[in-house]
């Protein structure tokens, strides 16, 4: 089968595995795991930030992120299609205890005349939710891809300074956004209060995230992993496969995003596909069906042919995803 689901699907090469084996650990909660400060540290220096701490997941990163810049009660203005609001919106609700205002914008970019929008959408009595925090992402996933553009996330920066707000920059995909136009690591962090970054997607590695930021909110942020039941002790093995995977597998990414041009090429010659070649920027093409109306058959379809593919919204056949393969 060729799995283009999505970027993380992918299983560890024999030498990222060689890698975690001889990973040295100790028990994290008393920091004393080398393979996970190594990888602190060195996220530490790439981004240029004062801490960081490694967690289990893209979505436990972006909780914490919330959890340790906002109040039960806090609102935080997001955009519609972002992971946070789309997807993750009930814990975010039910464990951070955070109130979503979501913005629904033409092109899935969050812009600070959104952000002033949601300020004033409603009244803001001592009662009412208050703004705390902006959440953004990077490469927006509904978006295909889509690269989030540097300079708004420039004048985000400078708002949410005026407006007293926290800034996060949900980095799932923040590698294939710095390949894809060699902006640096540090310069996207560098404007956001906190930033997290996944190992598990294109980087290849099983398992893990991390959340960068000042010292204070990564402390709290490692008071609330514990919280959230993610004290993971000897878990210097994960860390050796990220660290393995940043390491290698970072500039393997742009062969992902001239992948997912090659198939949007060859998406465009089949009549019944509709697609906008311009909207492939990274690693997910996405398309839709014009004739077929069961979004369903076509994946049957695809499976029977040995292609797996992940339906989005029907109609519209969730990105292909194109990742490392072993
Ligand atoms: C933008 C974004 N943020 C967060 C996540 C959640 O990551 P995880 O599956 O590691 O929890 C995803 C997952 O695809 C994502 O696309």
Known sequence: ??????????????????????????????REDE??????????????????????SGMMANRLAFMSQTNPGDEV??????????????????????VMNPRHSLDGILRPS????????????????????????????????KIFPFETLQSLHILAKEKKLSLHLDGARLFNAHIAKGIGLHEYA??????????SKGLGAPYGSILMGTRETIDKARRYRIW??????????????ACYALKNNLHRLKQDHQLAQYFAKFLLEIPEISLNANTVETNMVQFRLQSIQNSDDFLDRCTK????????????IRHIVTHKYL
């Open 228 to 241: 959230l039941g993610g004290g993971v002790h000897q878990t210097g093995i994960q860390a050796a496969a």
């Open 114 to 145: 959104d952000i002033e929008q949601a300020l004033y959408s409603k009244q803001r009595y001592n009662y009412f939710a208050q703004p705390k925090l902006i959440s953004i992402e990077n490469t927006i996933n509904g978006w295909a891809g």
């Open 77 to 98: 203005i997001t955009e519609y299609s972002y992971h946070v609001n789309f997807f993750d919106s009930a814990p975010m609700s039910a464990i951070a205890g955070v």
């Open 35 to 56: 393979s996970v400060n190594y990888l602190q540290n060195y996220c530490k220096d790439l981004f240029q930030v004062e801490d960081a701490l490694f967690v289990t």
């Open 1 to 30: 089968m060729i799995d283009l689901r999505s970027d993380t699907v992918t299983k560890p090469c024999e030498k990222m595995r060689a890698y975690m084996l001889q990973a040295s650990v100790g028990d994290d909660s008393y």
């Open 305 to 316: 042919q040995g292609l797996l593919l992940f339906p989005w919204i029907p109609g519209i």
């Open 190 to 199: 560098q404007y956001a209060d906190t930033v997290s970054v996944c190992f």
